[in-house]
């Protein structure tokens, strides 16, 4: 498995491309401002073909060159149906204050435009991504999930399965999204975490969409958005006096 990202743009969005080995289709997750010419170099450097712009959430700092980068290669932008008004009205994700930094460009869908769905994979570029809506950031926030084979540290050592999640502004190391941006929501974006995230292999990889990786058992020790947080199921209530997230839009 190829995964490669970037942070770009003004916001530091990182951008992943993945893909099943260099050489094969790719999909672009999050191509936010400015993000376009290393998309490019990427996909020259491992001979990739794009198939697909996956986006995570329609705030602007991960939407930014999607159509542009949709229309270069002819290809579709994923999101799921909550988000995609912001396509062509970023001001729709991020209000007023923060809208006088677009100015006057104009923002359009890409010509093919699909929407994600709560618990239906898609299958891209030979890879299987899992869905799951984890609203709170906005109300069209995903994390796409995908398994990949880690080798033993010798040949003879069995290789593992780890899962990985591309968790948008949904979860980041040390932190969580803000919710004081239209749609966002800080109680239904716990209940997020603790249902979608939390039940995952404490291994899981979280690649978010700000700053370093980092894992769920991580982010269960030392996060301190999640202090006290479970996963459904358990008799621990949800507190509701945390601090709240400030990372990225």
């Known amino acids: 498995m190829l995964i490669t990202g970037f942070p770009a743009g003004m916001f530091q ?13 790719a999909v672009i997750i999050d191509p936010g401002q400015d993000a376009a010419p290393r998309v490019r170099e990427l996909l ?15 705030h602007l700092d ?18 799921h ?8 009205d970023p001001g729709l994700g991020i209000g007023r204050a923060l809208g006088a930094m677009i100015g006057d460009e104009k923002f359009r869908e890409p010509e093919k435009v699909i929407e994600f769905s709560d ?27 995908i398994e990949v084979t880690v080798p033993g540290e010798s040949p003879s050592d069995t290789p593992t399965r780890v899962q990985v999640r591309f968790a948008g502004d ?18 239904q974006l716990l209940d ?31 996060n301190p958005f999640l202090a006290g947080l479970r996963a459904p199921g358990t008799d621990t209530t949800i507190a509701t006096d945390r601090p709240k997230g400030r990372h990225g839009l």
């Open 13 to 25: 969005t990182n951008c992943y491309v993945v893909a099943a080995e260099p050489g094969s289709d």
């Open 44 to 58: 020259t450097e491992n001979d990739l073909t794009p198939v697909a712009v996956l986006l995570t959430h329609g």
């Open 62 to 79: 991960h939407t930014w060159n999607a159509t542009q980068l949709c229309d270069e290669y002819s290809i579709p932008a994923y999101i």
């Open 81 to 88: 149906a909550a988000d995609r008004p912001m396509l062509t």
């Open 119 to 145: 618990g239906e994979p898609v299958e891209l570029a030979g890879i299987h991504f899992s869905v799951d809506l984890a609203p709170g950031h906005t109300q069209g926030s995903v994390l796409l999930g």
């Open 170 to 187: 949904v979860l980041f190391a040390g932190s969580i999204g803000r919710t004081d941006l239209p749609g966002g929501s800080h109680q």
């Open 192 to 222: 997020s975490i603790a249902a979608k995230l939390l039940p995952l292999p404490d291994d899981t990889l979280v690649l978010p969409g700000h700053g370093p990786q980092t894992t769920i058992a991580q982010e269960r020790a030392t």
